[in-house]
């Protein structure tokens, strides 16, 4: 059955993939896989803080290769998913990096530091003929300097929390995500109420993004709760699809309707 153009979508995204990750995401991974045909998208760590590289792990790479196979994509994320830069005195400064995230790799990168990075990580994915087309920051914070080595790249979007951007361009797309802070029971219980509120605003979203970390998957709670999302929106018509996929129907769309 061909699904209508228009019909509204659904992404299934996979933050802070590594080696050390996936023993918290695969039985995710396989309970998703016995629903049928749902893509996912992994956003993948090149050498997750600095003690993980790609290169030493074969077999990981090897799954990755099997996840292409089966429709899923790849995305750049960062390449040590951990912010080594000097901290300055700027209060915001510190607040974004020491208390909303210690991960934030991109924030404060010079345009030519975040190019060696950007370069170093779709070196990775060509060594592994691996297709690429997006990058997605840790925590989904970028300096000026990153937005500015993301237009001189070969790649086609990038994202934050709530909307992807076409490259080279920025050209703002809505893709409002879901996502959860799920270290502690009070934050697990926080999320589910903002996620259950959020949801039914977004009833008539034109997509949705599941935005999954590896700290959900190691409580039944927060796990579940995916999961169950997951088969509600399937079950309400909602087609998954990968990011790159969903934007190429984006396209497609406009160029008919022109």
Same mark, same amino acid.
């Given at each position: 059955?061909?699904?209508?153009?228009?019909?509204?979508?659904?992404?299934?995204?996979?933050?802070?993939?590594?080696?050390?990750?996936?023993?918290?995401?695969?039985?995710?991974?396989?309970?998703?896989?016995?629903?049928?045909?749902?893509?996912?998208?992994?956003?993948?760590?090149?050498?997750?803080?600095?003690?993980?590289?790609?290169?030493?792990?074969?077999? *990981?790479?090897?799954?990755?290769?099997?996840?292409?196979?089966?429709?899923?994509?790849?995305?750049?994320?960062?390449?040590?998913?951990?912010?080594?830069?000097?901290?300055?005195?700027?209060?915001?400064?510190?607040?974004?990096?020491?208390?909303?995230?210690?991960?934030?790799?991109?924030?404060?990168?010079?345009?030519?530091?975040?190019?060696?990075?950007?370069?170093?990580?779709?070196?990775?994915?060509?060594?592994?003929?691996?297709?690429?087309?997006? *990058?997605?920051?840790?925590?989904?914070?970028?300096?000026?300097?990153?937005?500015?080595?993301?237009?001189?790249?070969?790649?086609?979007?990038?994202?934050?929390?709530?909307?992807?951007?076409?490259?080279?361009? *920025?050209?703002?797309?809505?893709?409002?995500?879901?996502?959860?802070?799920?270290?502690?029971?009070? #934050?697990?219980?926080?999320? /589910?109420?903002?996620?259950?509120?959020?949801?039914?605003?977004?009833? &008539?979203?034109?997509?949705?993004?599941?935005?999954?970390?590896?700290?959900?998957?190691?409580?039944?709670?927060? #796990?579940?709760?995916?999961?169950?999302?997951? /088969?509600?929106?399937?079950?309400?018509? #909602?087609?998954?699809?990968? /990011?790159?996929?969903?934007?190429?129907? &984006?396209?497609?769309?406009?160029?008919?309707?022109?």
């Amino acid at each position: 059955m061909v699904e209508p153009m228009n019909a509204p979508g659904l992404m299934l995204v996979l933050h802070d993939v590594a080696p050390p990750t996936w023993a918290d995401y695969q039985p995710f991974v396989e309970a998703v896989d016995a629903l049928g045909n749902v893509p996912m998208t992994w956003l993948v760590v090149p050498d997750f803080h600095g003690h993980n590289d790609l290169a030493a792990h074969p077999a *990981f790479r090897h799954l990755l290769g099997r996840r292409i196979a089966r429709g899923d994509e790849l995305v750049l994320h960062g390449y040590f998913h951990c912010d080594d830069q000097p901290m300055t005195n700027h209060p915001r400064d510190w607040f974004m990096r020491r208390i909303y995230t210690h991960e934030g790799e991109f924030y404060s990168l010079s345009r030519e530091a975040a190019l060696t990075r950007l370069q170093a990580g779709i070196d990775v994915f060509r060594r592994n003929d691996w297709p690429l087309q997006g *990058f997605v920051a840790p925590a989904w914070l970028m300096s000026e300097g990153t937005r500015q080595a993301l237009r001189q790249l070969p790649l086609r979007y990038t994202s934050d929390a709530q909307h992807l951007y076409r490259l080279p361009d *920025f050209t703002q797309v809505n893709a409002p995500g879901l996502v959860w802070s799920a270290r502690s029971a009070w #934050r697990r219980g926080l999320s /589910k109420l903002v996620s259950d509120r959020l949801e039914q605003r977004w009833r &008539q979203a034109p997509v949705i993004r599941l935005g999954i970390h590896p700290v959900d998957m190691r409580h039944d709670f927060s #796990r579940n709760y995916w999961l169950t999302t997951l /088969k509600r929106l399937l079950e309400e018509g #909602r087609v998954p699809s990968t /990011k790159a996929a969903w934007l190429a129907r &984006q396209s497609e769309h406009k160029a008919c309707v022109a």
